[in-house]
């Protein structure tokens, strides 16, 4: 190969960021709340409501002014006369004078003229309309009247990830519809002579197709819209008519074909009749990722290696498709994990009671050590992690 024109060992961040700038913006559309999960919000949400809408109490028992109860005791009981009840989405609707209290449920609102809560399990009942009250009721056993969030506040901003917890935020703010940003759309091919569908008879130097699987499923996992063009075998021709499928897709994804090899194909197709925005990650494993484009549309070609390609996925691809940063967090490592003279090392680790352990084998080709492990430990350039030293972890 010639002198190349484009960067070769781009760092991880650079990767990333590289990615991220050949992906379209993504137009808004609105969803029905019920189905947003794993979509991100195109525009901030604010409450339409209180919550909750009016002080309520927080256990079941009795509901009454403090003032009424102080110093009720388990021998010297306060009596105070019942005068209704008050149920979540059933209130208690008339006023409660000195001396009276209402019988109250969780979630229901406190009646007016009442400031205190005393629970089911500190009272007697006293004939039908009597109650005897043994400790005094506690002002801090009710939710205040917009706790949670108040109407016309801002609580989700735009591009959040919907998780089901903040689904349900948004549901309990009173939208029952959502802008999201629309989904990628992501077009997947996998490459490789030696590479065949699952269920098939394996012969001597052939490998079942797990990148496809694995990289669809995180993709989906991603919230993306996946294409999926199969696999092509190792020709330039194969490639190119494999590669004609994409079309509407907003990116295509390849695994295979990128290193160094005689037979790296899809790289040399993306270097001599296509454009390279660079080729090479200073990283391990997946070193040999290449970023560029085909007619217009931008390609990304991870390595052949199953670990390879799912921990680039992971730590450079994610990222760019969701514009959601990797997820890190410091542990002790109980074991030593080697350094690297000019690459980000990011080795499989086991987490075992607060402090993350070297997996063992590191080998691209281990794919059940992704599996099996539960962390990329990451290891910066010309560093090196002793045991007992604090690292960087990102979880799988």
């Not at 269920?199 to 694995?214: E, F, H, K, W």
Request: aromatic share 4%.
């Amino acid at each position: 190969m010639s002198q190349p024109t484009f960067p070769m060992h781009v760092s991880v961040a650079e990767a990333r960021d590289m990615l991220a700038a050949l992906l379209p913006r993504l137009e808004t559309e609105t969803v029905p709340v019920n189905r947003a999960l794993g979509r991100t919000l195109a525009a901030d949400l604010e409450a339409l409501v209180s919550h909750p809408s009016a002080t309520e109490s927080a256990l079941d028992g009795i509901a009454a002014r403090e003032a009424d109860t102080l110093g009720a005791s388990p021998g010297t009981p306060v009596r105070l006369k019942l005068v209704g009840e008050s149920r979540a989405g059933v209130p208690f609707g008339g006023q409660v004078s000195a001396g009276e209290c209402v019988r109250i449920y969780t979630g229901a609102p406190l009646p007016a003229g009442v400031d205190a809560i005393c629970p089911v399990e500190e009272l007697e009942d006293n004939g039908p309309e009597h109650v005897l009250l043994r400790r005094p009721a506690f002002p801090g056993d009710v939710r205040p009247e917009g706790g949670d969030f108040r109407a016309s506040e801002v609580i989700m901003r735009a591009g959040l990830r919907l998780s089901a917890p903040r689904v349900a935020l948004a549901a309990a703010l009173g939208h029952a519809e959502v802008p999201v940003r629309r989904k990628l759309r992501v077009a997947l091919l996998s490459t490789g002579d030696e590479v065949i569908e699952p269920g098939a008879v394996l012969q001597p130097g052939q490998v079942y197709d797990s990148n496809r699987a694995g990289l669809s499923a995180m993709l989906r996992e991603s919230g993306c819209e996946v294409s999926e063009l199969g696999h092509a075998p190792d020709s330039p021709a194969s490639l190119q008519a494999a590669i004609a499928g994409a079309g509407g897709a907003d990116v295509l994804l390849t695994s295979g074909g990128v290193s160094m090899g005689k037979y790296d194909f899809m790289r040399d197709l993306l270097i001599e009749r296509g454009r390279v925005a660079f080729w090479k990650v200073r990283m391990r494993p997946g070193g040999p990722a290449i970023l560029g484009g085909w007619n217009g549309l931008p390609v990304f070609g991870l390595p052949g290696n199953p670990v390879s390609s799912l921990v680039v996925f992971h730590v450079v691809v994610r990222p760019a498709l969701t514009g959601q940063p990797v997820q890190s967090l410091k542990l002790r490592a109980a074991t030593p994990f080697r350094g690297l003279k000019d690459k980000t090392a990011f080795w499989r680790g086991v987490i075992r009671d607060g402090e993350v352990h070297d997996y063992g084998q590191q080998g691209s080709g281990i794919l059940r050590s992704l599996s099996d492990a539960d962390a990329l430990v990451i290891v910066p350039e010309g560093g090196a992690v002793e045991t007992g030293d604090t690292v960087d972890v990102v979880l799988l």
